[in-house]
């Protein structure tokens, strides 16, 4: 046993071009079944990151943990690792992380002994201070066992010169910039809190016996039969003991500004995101994509599955018959053959394949959620080509993506986006479609909150189609990358 | 290392309640990269078996085996692997055993060294007199090395009184009953049959540079760039060798029984069966089944991902909305908690969520491509009705399946299936549907050959909704099971 | 899982220069513990093969198999195998295969369901007809599993025309030429079989409850407590079942030639070999080696642990002190570090190093059992003189190996080995000794039988020594290696 | 992958009741080859530690880790990695740790990035007051990563106040109490230390190329070909960079006391400890126990393979032969399986075996080298008796063990300690010896330094049979164990 990594990861070669959600949490308080629980709230929410997963279970004397590689699926199965995670308080993290940082260590919950007992945490989002914070931290003593952010919000707190859990929280939260959606763990409860901005999403939910629950998203509380009761709010901090729920908003009140590529493509399309139906925004993004470049075609089909709502809705917005003219290969396994020169422009195949019975001779309005590099709408066009495809109009149900994410997404550099080196009519050409038309920025507001962006409320962080950046990005002015000094210099292979 | 079972098998307890097609086949032959283009077929026909897969290549001197449980894309992924699968001739199978035959003896490809050389077979079906076979030839001195029908054929030939491989193939073949698409590699070549009923499908394709394929499937010809050139006949034996392809029929000639199931639920949509597509005749079966049972409703929902293609064919021709009321989870692991009493309802919600937003004061119709146990009808209406569903007509793309299939399908006992034990109306109450219809008979033969029943060609094998076996079952009538007394005989741990 | 080698084998680049042994067998008849019994017996004669074992148990209904890689120790220390493997009866087997045969399919025991109902074996020796008889068998139209010689015997029986267990082994027996000590299981009991020359071992005993036992070495009744009865006759077949033992010897009756090799390397020194006591016959040995080849010098060493017993018996014969001038590290894990160049020098060393405080300035007496290639003594002898020692005189408590051994020992070809490429002058050189003895022909004899070899009762197999091979070496006459076809027409990767 | 124990540890429920060195250490600076030499050399100190192995390196900028449970030679074999293990300084530690403490996160060597820069460190002994150390730390906001004291001088440098390496290294170490060799890493090169009593042993050593070592025992020395310099002094803090060697003594100075046990058992017999040969030194012992203790006996036997030496010292002194009347069976698995109460008594067998040969109707003298519980005597005597030994003198080369070592050395309880419970008659009659002795401690201290106790230089660390402890308890004072709050807190599965 050691600390390498034994199994190849869940990307294969043939990567599918999306950014990539970082994280999901989830949080129980109150139940028998705490970590069976926090292990199907996790399964609901593995789209958000399948690299690892992690439950952290306190059982009014002991702290119990599990971490591991791969999907919830394959690590919570076994009953024996379940009964061990005993308790009545379990916080649970999935998590999807950028190459180079998937070591053991780094998987979450983090758990620390500090001197007022014990404490864990999970973290979806990105600290945008994290490097020059850690800098000090290290110069005052401080002995870091992880490469992740979060493992600054324990150090802040364990150094804390004040007293109680919740009092050492708040000390530690206000010295941070970023997006941070956290759920803690102490012997005393259950501890959520949404940054000022409220860039990442949580949610508090509630089972019928009286069980509080956190979560990224509500499909995580359909899974155990649970009710939606409210989103935590940008700035809040929601304490659940035994005695009940309170709250407290001790930051410095902002305008709230959620990522509203939440709507776009994270979140699940069953999930309500700022209590609204993730499906029907999709489905209303592809109906103001229909208004705004229509074309003239047989039928719209969905690059699947992520492209499905919106195709659904310009489909029906357009009166065009909806097809499923793409076929997914739900199996596909944990990697793939390396291919040969002879094989390799069989990429995209291992998991779509045009269904030619429907696309033979036909003009075909092809819609997808999002362009990143752009390097798998050039194979699914070839492919539908391919199929006998007459023409093929491509939608996509977002504006151009031409700036990076600091807040917990897997961004490419920017260099690497399509739409911040090329313009509408190139990119056609280059991703081979006879047309191609994105969303505009007001059409996409008016799709999610009914109005033009600059009259939208909230106006969400849209910083990816925008470069407008709502906190200030700390390490990256620093111009160095201090972590990166401590990052090269130890590997646990 | 054992030969003992160390992985859990990629059965959930919450199964979804399906007929289970047993396997998949593949063969290529005068090909640089005869094993990979294998695993990417194989890839391709995994739907037709998770549990299992193998490739079996000849390099002109020697054969390279590699067999494995699992699904391809795990266990072929890896270079080591498929470099060391040398030659320019390979065949693979997929499969998904019944329950208790799962060990890794009946992993196919089955090899053997025969006095004339090394041969190596894949089977898609199941032999109905294997049993009674067998018995004889253990009598005779054969000693078996697995549990699988399919051995029964290589005994055949060892001891056939015939010289060439050809001639003890046929020899072999022509004691047979039941259902078998074969795919065989000698140091000759490569055979394919197809029994003389042509229970199960073959296929023939072609690459560009004249390199051979035999596949279950159209769908595994795509992913290689590979022509679909024809049907392998009932009763016909392909034999590909360096000198081109012959044909042969050397078994006496019946009336072809092809499966009428693999329209309904077997086949990839995206795949041709009978040189039809089968996302079209499915999307037909909907629209026969919106002209038979119509329904006052909202929009149609499909159960994901089997029901898509019949739910938006009765949505068309209904002129209903088709919405995804039902959000599918990919991300199911190997196994899952064993649920304890406190959350054992959720089952369903591992693979499905009801998409509430869709739903909520909302009549639906709900389309799914069958019922075997009803099990699992009943958990996703229950779920469908707690999203706020109003009413909830259910309606199925296949008529009801009241008789066990013999011919290499999975399916439950007799008393198992549900419309073996209630009619309509009991059934309806059962799932708790608001009203419940099955496309008849006739109104599946319509969509798939576009005439009644009794003047279709070809008369499909519909004995699962008929009870009309087309062959003698043998085994059945002996009474006994002779291979359970081997079966339990010997334990691999 | 699959069938081929996860792990690394026990062998070790610095290998130790030694003819090995290729199996121990272990049966038990009429105990309550008949598993965990033989997994002792194996555990005790793990010595005789490091590489695999397996265990074949019988409940009066059904069979039970473990079969596995590795030690003993490793495979059937889980409570989950033991309690697995049911039954009164049990037959078990450790393995030490030559290269390139190290496949779980050829680990013993063998089973096979006869017509007559299960039949599982296990064998210890070599057959010198194998080749022959399987390639009769396969024209008959009999299927491999492995490549052992050990399946001739069962493919014989499944083919014989007689009918009782007993009748058709016998039948197979006949066939067989060359070494075979065999312990098999029926339903209706143990069967215990010695070839005729006796060239392998095996004992019988006895619990005080009455249950059977046979074994290849004494030291494996110590272990569970038993008490040795008697030697299983050259020739003798014993047959074990509920009603007692019965004996009978249905071979033409020979001269027995069992090997002399059990005496100075194979067996335990606290078995008994031929009733005699192991220890006291190398000591023996030892002292005629003094006798023979005496040398001015301060103290005997041995080469740890196999020249230990020689060593004293030489001490004390020579009146010089028996110090132990090399110590043994015993922690030699599965393989190690491949050397650099810069290293490779240390090899001997993962094993053994010099007692420096005991050898500086000392003219030492170093006794080893036997020399194969040489190899290690080259480097033992620079390790000693490198440690301060003034003189070393290497002595051998066996005859110069000459031959390679049919009969189921793992010998290199005849080139490799030293002594049929050297006289003793040159070998001393070659392995830098100031000077070298062999025992004499005579003086081994004596040690064992108290007699000069001509006198000798038995005359042992001495083949080695000498050449003289007591059987036919039918499948070498051949020219041809006919197995050899199909040893390489499948890799199991 | 997670961090739980996937692994059966070596220890088996028949244990061989010896006290238990808990590390062994090494370090080398200069060498292209520092990886490869440290596996050997951890190999050649296996005996101190059969739990777990790590080694760091250094390659000038980075730091490499590999930490495994096992064996050296099951670790860190594979090239791959070793060959990433790059650099040309490297630390190494081997570890037997008390039950409980055995998780991946204490395996050494430990690391840590502290403002300084990078640091590792492996530790042989144990410290006295660790745990009040810790709870301080905790204070002051110290987050620790394992339950090992080790861990407590990483951060007491991390917290210092001092900026170079070894100013704060000196700062830290100033602070401890009780037993430590270490040896540490960073950028700029290797550091040894003894504490100022020198309980645990260090060496220097040296290649011929100049590279320089430290290590716990000489046996590591001879593996790799270096020569022994000399022993690090008590209280020595040595510091090996590219310009060289440095030496300082920063510790008030006391009276070396270092561990007389690792004479009596611990180190190698072939390891010179303060300059003596060790198997030397032990056959001295065995010289004084036959003029202290003589008995009228046929011949001497070893409890194999610790009392080899002093049996062989007992026999020259006493003029009687020495045999191998037990025989070690060297294949012992991880675990074994667990006896049922038919077979339980078998116990000892799995590791040892009566050489009946040699026994029987013999009176025998039995040495070992200690006893700790008196377990395992009782079940050698019994097995010595039956296989017919007369009499049986047992001869203990230690005087009488009494107390417990809180030093580095894993010991039962007080109250375990058959010595600390019965006087030697009482324990004869509970081993079933028919006479029974102990070396007397001036016996001992003659054997080792020439002269008694009370005149001895050094006067070892005799605690374990005087109860004499050299330093302060302190953790041990204080009642309570504050570190058990912490290791019960989190269970990492």
């Known amino acids: 046993m050691t600390e390498r990594l034994d199994k190849a990861l869940p990307r294969h070669p043939f990567d599918d071009d999306k950014l990539r959600e970082e994280c999901g949490v989830f949080g129980i308080f109150g139940s028998k079944d705490a970590a069976p629980h926090t292990a199907l709230g996790l399964h609901a929410l593995q789209h958000r990151g399948q690299e690892s997963a992690g439950i952290l279970s306190f059982d009014g004397q002991t702290f119990h943990i599990h971490r591991a590689l791969g999907l919830v699926g394959d690590n919570f199965s076994e009953n024996s690792v379940i009964s061990r995670l005993k308790g009545h308080a379990a916080i649970g993290h999935v998590r999807y992380s950028t190459a180079g940082g998937t070591i053991l260590r780094n998987v979450q919950p983090l758990f620390a002994e500090l001197s007022s007992g014990g404490f864990g945490i999970c973290h979806n989002g990105n600290l945008t201070n994290a490097g020059l914070l850690r800098k000090q931290l290290v110069k005052r003593g401080a002995i870091f066992q992880s490469t992740s952010d979060t493992e600054v919000i324990i150090h802040l707190m364990a150094t ?57 998203e509500t499909c995580a509380l359909d899974i155990i039969g649970a009710k939606y009761v409210r989103d935590v709010q940008p700035g809040e901090i929601v304490n659940i003991t035994r005695k009940g729920i309170t709250s407290m908003s001790p930051f410095p009140r902002l305008k709230p500004r959620p990522c509203i590529f939440e709507h776009v493509y994270f979140s699940r399309p069953d999930s309500f995101v700022d209590q609204k139906n993730v499906y029907g925004v999709r489905k209303r993004i592809g109906a103001e994509l229909a208004a705004e470049a229509p074309a003239k075609a047989d039928l719209v089909v969905a690059v699947p599955d992520s492209g499905n709502p919106a195709a659904i809705g310009y489909a029906q917005a357009a009166k065009l018959p909806f097809e499923m003219g793409i076929i997914r290969n739900h199996y596909v396994g944990r990697t793939f053959i390396e291919p040969t020169d002879h094989i390799r422009h069989l990429g995209v195949k291992l998991k779509h394949n045009a269904n030619a019975g429907q696309l033979k001779g036909k003009s075909v309005i092809l819609v997808d959620d999002s362009i990143v590099r752009g390097t798998t709408s050039v194979k699914i066009i070839d492919m539908v080509r391919n199929a006998g495809a007459k023409e093929v109009h491509m939608r996509i149900a977002s504006p151009a993506i031409t700036h990076s994410c600091f807040y917990g997404v897997d961004t490419p550099n920017r260099e690497e986006l399509l739409a911040s080196r090329m313009d509408v009519d190139k990119m056609a050409g280059y991703i081979g479609a006879d047309s191609l038309a994105f969303v505009s920025m007001d059409g996409l507001y008016r799709a999610v909150v009914g109005d033009a962006r600059n009259n939208a409320s909230p106006q969400y962080c849209d910083a990816c189609f925008s470069g407008e950046y709502p906190t200030s990005l700390s390490d990256l002015a620093e111009g160095d990358e201090p972590r990166q000094l401590s990052l090269i210099s130890i590997k646990i292979q």
């Not at 206000?174 to 949580?202: C, H």
């Open 160 to 216: 804390s010169s004040y007293s109680t859990f919740l009092d050492r929280f708040i000390d530690a939260l206000r010295q941070l910039e970023g997006a941070y959606s956290l759920v803690a763990i102490t012997p005393k409860g259950l501890i959520g809190v949404r940054d000022p901005l409220g860039v990442r999403p949580l949610v508090l939910g509630q089972l019928e016996d009286g069980v509080q629950i956190l979560s990224s």
